[in-house]
């Protein structure tokens, strides 16, 4: 079975979107994140609204 590591990203701050009934604010906090094979996790951002880069190596062999 092949494994591979995921990496799943999520935006931080408020957006206003425009709607039928008038605006609506929407917060991301974030909590982006990056699990290996196994599905562990190997690196998160905290969630503390402030903008992050995470980094992890895999041995791919």
């Known amino acids: 079975m092949d494994q591979v590591p995921l990496v799943a990203s999520n935006r931080i701050g408020k957006e206003v979107i425009e ?10 906090y974030g909590n982006s ?7 562990k996790i190997v690196a ?12 992890a190596q895999f041995d791919l062999d």
Request: proline content about 7%; hydrophobic content about 45%.
């Open 19 to 28: 709607t039928e009934h008038g605006n609506s604010d929407i917060t991301f």
């Open 33 to 39: 994140f990056i699990a290996g094979p196994t599905g």
């Open 44 to 55: 998160a951002a905290m969630i503390n609204m402030k903008p992050c880069v995470l980094v």
